[in-house]
């Protein structure tokens, strides 16, 4: 079990060295780009075509501005994930965790895991659908194999990130090729495809699609991604090297995104031009377009190159949406797990109700379930975006790399777009939904949830802020102590008891319990093991990471008796902050030393931090070291 949990995807953490000396200033340029291509498959996976092919055949051209304005949204925001993973080496996740209480926490873990499964639902209906189109293959069939791709993350992971990013420019390739081509055979007329840039909805159906195009354009996962993937790359500490770092990945998500919109386009534009010219305004599912696709382009190769760019694009998907997984779960609740099963477990969350519409429904449905997932979404977009651009413009710990007032307040303007469209499309749905239901129970949850997503978007927006404001006035209120400094006198600890992780923060945690003692203090060096065996048969445990951890511990005592002090180890098992409170009373300590970023389990955050629930259950000094 890896115990470092201070960095975002820990095994290629900084794999990437920029700062070696180079003549060329074009591989200088190269070695930042990577990331933005990783997250701008998430742009033109399965779900974007859903929304593209039904915006294009309903109403031609008329939507391409939603489409350049989701573009310019994702690269704005793109960017802010960017700098915040850059500038503070913190992801999207863990400056949540470390800026929202608990409760909130949880619930935006939850919700982000929800964006998640509603991407992988797509990948997987995707993915199900190229193959049946491309083999005849049953849908259900389809999606069920889908669960084989769950390796494919681990055997790419061998080989490091750099070989991971070119896997996938090589399917985004792949994608944009079949589609130049198949635009090349629709010719259609760019006078008419200018008109599309106007802004205009013509009615409720455009309204739902449109937003059904942003959730699938600007997706909140990637937001998480982002500040994680810049963190691949080792940079230089300094101003120089900061704003470097920030400018060329600008580039590279200017170039990617950019694609990424150009790939939206076409797909948007072929549905116009093939299905929307020729009266065909009802297709709005993948398959009735490849079938149609042949008939109407005059060309054999125009169905089989939609096929293969379909599977290229869910099969890119799911690499990114695995990888956007784990960094939300090590960020919210810092438990890592193995990352096949993280994959297994995101698939089935997808593959099950999407067996369930096809078998239940029929897959006739798939379209609609496709186009649902992109809505669902954009509903999580706010609960991203908000925290992102607070933590941005926060100046405390941003420094000089804080945004500037002209992009706070384009952020927040875009933000606000968003959660308008967002509220107004839950009320129409919602309101549609009572007026036609006679079930009271029903419609009571239906209000209870609408007034449960306005408050959190008020609880996003106002907490960080009056946080901040607390701050500010706990440091300029001081009183005036009631009790003389002249005769206190230091305190003498005799039994420290310091909680390890074996991870490099163990260092600190020592040589800080060791400024506190006296040649005379016994040092109490607990560990817990966190293993399934030790949780379920404590100290009888024999497993590998048990014994690992006995050795361990073997070596730090005979590292301190070596310099002549007194230690002892102690193995906790089960629950940390339990068992780390009971050796703490049974051995009678009188000071204990915590890590501030140790490693937790899922009950740990649910219920609290464990520096904090330590703390709480002990009666003696506590110090915890960052």
Same mark, same amino acid.
């Given at each position: 079990?890896?115990?470092?949990?201070?960095?975002?995807?820990?095994?290629?953490?900084?794999?990437?060295?920029?700062?070696?000396?180079?003549?060329?200033?074009?591989?200088?340029?190269?070695?930042?780009?990577?990331?933005?291509?990783?997250?701008?498959?998430?742009?033109?996976?399965?779900?974007?075509?859903?929304?593209?092919?039904?915006?294009?055949?309903?109403?031609?051209?008329?939507?391409?501005?939603?489409?350049?304005?989701?573009?310019? +949204?994702?690269?704005?925001?793109?960017? /802010?994930? *960017?700098?915040? $993973? @850059?500038?503070?080496?913190?992801? #999207?996740?863990? %400056?949540?965790?470390?800026?929202?209480?608990?409760?909130?926490?949880?619930?935006?873990?939850?919700?982000?895991?929800?964006?998640?499964?509603?991407?992988?639902?797509?990948?997987?209906?995707?993915?199900?659908?190229?193959?049946?189109?491309?083999?005849?293959?049953?849908?259900?069939?389809?999606?069920?194999?889908?669960?084989?791709?769950?390796?494919?993350?681990?055997?790419?992971?061998?080989?490091?990130?750099?070989? +991971?990013?070119?896997?996938?420019?090589? /399917?985004? *390739?792949?994608? $944009? @090729?079949?589609?130049?081509?198949? #635009?090349?055979? %629709?010719?259609?007329?760019?006078?008419?495809?200018?008109?599309?840039?106007?802004?205009?909805?013509?009615?409720?159906?455009?309204?739902?699609?449109?937003?059904?195009?942003?959730?699938?354009?600007?997706?909140?996962?990637?937001?998480?991604?982002?500040?994680?993937?810049?963190?691949?790359?080792?940079?230089?500490?300094?101003?120089?090297?900061?704003?470097?770092?920030?400018?060329?990945?600008?580039?590279?998500?200017?170039?990617?995104?950019?694609?990424?919109? /150009?790939?939206?386009?076409?797909?948007?534009?072929?549905?116009?031009?093939?299905?929307?010219?020729?009266?065909?305004?009802?297709?709005?599912?993948?398959?009735?377009?490849?079938?149609?696709?042949?008939?109407?382009?005059?060309?054999?190769?125009?169905?089989?190159?939609?096929?293969?760019?379909?599977?290229?694009?869910?099969?890119?998907?799911?690499?990114?949406?695995?990888?956007?997984?784990?960094?939300?779960?090590?960020?919210?609740?810092?438990?890592?797990?193995?990352?096949?099963?993280?994959?297994?477990?995101?698939?089935?969350?997808?593959?099950?109700?999407?067996?369930?519409?096809?078998?239940?429904?029929?897959?006739?449905?798939?379209?609609?379930?496709?186009?649902?997932?992109?809505?669902?979404?954009?509903?999580?977009?706010?609960?991203?975006?908000?925290?992102?651009?607070?933590?941005?413009?926060?100046?405390?710990?941003?420094?000089?790399?804080?945004?500037?007032?002209?992009?706070?307040?384009?952020?927040?303007?875009?933000?606000?777009?968003?959660?308008?469209?967002?509220?107004?499309?839950?009320?129409?749905?919602?309101?549609?939904?009572?007026?036609?239901?006679?079930?009271?129970?029903?419609?009571?949850?239906?209000?209870?949830?609408?007034?449960?997503?306005?408050?959190?978007?008020?609880?996003?927006?106002?907490?960080?802020?009056?946080?901040?404001?607390?701050?500010?006035?706990?440091?300029?209120?001081?009183?005036?102590?009631?009790?003389?400094?002249?005769?206190?006198?230091?305190?003498?600890?005799?039994?420290?008891?310091?909680?390890?992780?074996?991870?490099?923060?163990?260092?600190?945690?020592?040589?800080?319990?060791?400024?506190?003692?006296?040649?005379?203090?016994?040092?109490?060096?607990?560990?817990?093991?966190?293993?399934?065996?030790?949780?379920?048969?404590?100290?009888?445990?024999?497993?590998?990471?048990?014994?690992?951890?006995?050795?361990?511990?073997?070596?730090?005592?005979?590292?301190?008796?070596?310099?002549?002090?007194?230690?002892?180890?102690?193995?906790?098992?089960?629950?940390?902050?339990?068992?780390?409170?009971?050796?703490?009373?049974?051995?009678?300590?009188?000071?204990?030393?915590?890590?501030?970023?140790?490693?937790?389990?899922?009950?740990?955050?649910?219920?609290?931090?464990?520096?904090?629930?330590?703390?709480?259950?002990?009666?003696?000094?506590?110090?915890?070291?960052?």
């Amino acid at each position: 079990m890896n115990h470092q949990h201070t960095t975002s995807l820990g095994e290629v953490h900084q794999s990437v060295d920029t700062t070696v000396p180079s003549t060329s200033r074009w591989r200088k340029l190269l070695a930042f780009f990577g990331p933005a291509y990783l997250v701008s498959v998430g742009y033109m996976d399965p779900g974007n075509w859903a929304t593209d092919l039904a915006g294009g055949s309903q109403y031609g051209y008329t939507l391409l501005w939603v489409l350049l304005m989701s573009n310019l +949204m994702a690269l704005l925001l793109q960017s /802010l994930s *960017a700098r915040l $993973g @850059i500038v503070r080496g913190r992801d #999207l996740a863990q %400056a949540n965790r470390e800026t929202y209480p608990p409760g909130v926490n949880f619930i935006l873990y939850i919700l982000a895991e929800i964006a998640i499964a509603a991407t992988d639902l797509a990948e997987v209906l995707g993915m199900a659908i190229g193959i049946q189109l491309l083999t005849g293959l049953p849908l259900q069939w389809g999606v069920s194999i889908t669960v084989l791709d769950t390796f494919l993350l681990l055997i790419l992971q061998r080989y490091g990130i750099r070989k +991971m990013e070119a896997f996938i420019i090589a /399917l985004v *390739a792949i994608v $944009g @090729i079949s589609f130049l081509a198949e #635009l090349v055979m %629709a010719k259609p007329v760019m006078g008419e495809v200018v008109t599309g840039f106007v802004p205009t909805i013509p009615d409720n159906a455009a309204l739902y699609i449109a937003i059904g195009i942003i959730g699938a354009t600007v997706m909140p996962h990637n937001l998480y991604l982002h500040s994680a993937l810049v963190q691949t790359r080792k940079i230089q500490r300094d101003e120089k090297g900061i704003r470097l770092a920030l400018k060329l990945n600008f580039i590279d998500s200017a170039v990617a995104l950019n694609l990424a919109f /150009l790939v939206n386009a076409a797909i948007l534009i072929l549905a116009a031009a093939v299905f929307f010219k020729t009266g065909r305004t009802d297709i709005a599912e993948i398959q009735d377009a490849h079938r149609l696709l042949e008939g109407l382009l005059g060309n054999k190769w125009a169905p089989a190159l939609f096929a293969i760019a379909l599977i290229a694009a869910g099969q890119s998907s799911t690499v990114t949406g695995t990888l956007a997984g784990q960094i939300v779960m090590e960020g919210y609740l810092r438990l890592r797990i193995n990352p096949w099963l993280r994959r297994l477990l995101t698939r089935l969350l997808a593959i099950i109700p999407a067996l369930f519409v096809i078998l239940i429904a029929g897959p006739e449905k798939v379209g609609e379930l496709l186009v649902f997932s992109q809505v669902l979404l954009s509903l999580q977009l706010g609960f991203a975006i908000i925290p992102l651009i607070h933590f941005v413009s926060d100046k405390k710990t941003m420094g000089s790399y804080a945004v500037g007032p002209l992009v706070k307040v384009i952020s927040w303007i875009i933000t606000g777009v968003l959660v308008y469209l967002n509220t107004r499309m839950v009320y129409t749905e919602a309101a549609k939904y009572i007026s036609n239901n006679g079930n009271i129970w029903v419609d009571i949850l239906i209000i209870a949830a609408g007034l449960g997503f306005l408050a959190l978007i008020v609880i996003t927006v106002a907490y960080p802020l009056i946080s901040r404001y607390q701050q500010k006035a706990s440091a300029r209120i001081h009183t005036t102590p009631d009790f003389s400094l002249g005769d206190i006198q230091p305190p003498v600890y005799n039994r420290i008891a310091l909680a390890l992780d074996f991870s490099r923060d163990d260092e600190r945690i020592i040589s800080n319990a060791l400024a506190h003692g006296n040649p005379m203090t016994e040092y109490l060096l607990i560990h817990v093991v966190e293993s399934a065996s030790a949780r379920y048969l404590g100290g009888e445990s024999d497993d590998f990471e048990t014994r690992k951890d006995k050795e361990q511990m073997q070596a730090y005592i005979s590292l301190l008796h070596a310099k002549n002090i007194r230690a002892k180890g102690l193995l906790g098992y089960r629950h940390r902050a339990e068992e780390i409170v009971r050796i703490v009373k049974e051995e009678r300590a009188d000071f204990l030393v915590l890590g501030g970023h140790g490693h937790t389990g899922i009950k740990d955050w649910i219920y609290g931090e464990t520096t904090n629930q330590v703390r709480h259950k002990v009666r003696i000094p506590v110090l915890v070291v960052q």
